[in-house]
């Protein structure tokens, strides 16, 4: 069974433009959670989607979205882009997020963001 | 403000010996707490978890250990070996069921052959 996949792999933007990444999960996984790594911080949750609605949503500003497609996909946005958004995204899937049940998420190779 | 807490950032071991890696948390609506071994250029990849309602989880090297009380968990990788060399972040889930799993900063291991 194929992993979770994200495109593009790196990616080089300049402050104030958008990006726009996607990641692909496993297949059968429906919920998919996107994380911001950055020296020193661990992961930190953006936001997860399940059956295209957004579930949970982390402690971050407006200008990261995202959404989720009928066939699971999803795609993260980042508008207006700040140096300080320069970070490894991690997408990962999951089968069932239902209460009760194990939280093992499977994670992609992520995607590397530099803002110069 | 971090719930998650791996307060070393490195830690070598000599090959065959013990490795504990140590993660503290402060939200006791944690319930469900995850091991995750990342090599570079990778993403994370899962380990080994452990309910709250057990203090101890194996499974073949790796044996985690839960203190509710003292809100501490480890991980122990008996014998390390050197390609158990990565960076482990402990991870933490709370009751309310949402896939949000809290993320420590990461302990980065090396074992030396």
């Known amino acids: 069974k194929a992993g979770v996949t994200q495109t593009p792999r790196y990616l080089i933007k300049t402050r104030g433009q958008q990006v726009t990444l996607s990641c692909s999960p496993i297949s059968g996984h429906r919920s998919v959670s996107w994380y911001q790594q950055t020296p020193g911080q661990g992961l930190q949750f953006l936001f997860e989607y399940f059956s295209e609605t957004q579930r949970n949503k982390g402690n971050f500003p407006g200008r990261f979205s995202g959404r989720q497609f009928s066939n699971s996909r999803s795609e993260m946005n980042v508008s207006t882009l700040e140096l300080g958004d320069s970070a490894l995204y991690l997408c990962?899937?999951?089968?069932?997020?239902?209460?009760?049940?194990?939280?093992?998420?499977?994670f992609g190779p992520g995607t590397r963001l530099t803002v110069t | 403000d971090q719930q998650v807490k791996q307060n070393s950032p490195s830690l070598s071991v000599q090959e065959g010996r013990i490795s504990i890696l140590n993660c503290d948390y402060t939200?006791?609506?944690?319930?469900?707490f995850l091991w995750y071994k990342k090599y570079p250029a990778e993403g994370p990849t899962f380990l080994i978890s452990i309910s709250s309602i057990k203090d101890k989880n194996e499974d073949g090297r790796f044996t985690v250990f839960l203190n509710k009380s003292a809100k501490h968990l480890s991980l122990h990788i008996v014998p390390s070996q050197p390609g158990d060399s990565a960076v482990y972040f402990c991870?933490?889930?709370?009751?309310?069921?949402?896939?949000?799993?809290?993320f420590g900063t990461g302990t980065r291991l090396t074992v030396i052959p």
């Open positions: 990962a899937s999951s089968l069932i997020p239902t209460s009760g049940t194990t939280y093992e998420q499977y």
């Open positions: 939200n006791s609506m944690f319930d469900y």
């Open positions: 991870a933490a889930a709370d009751q309310t069921g949402a896939n949000n799993l809290f």
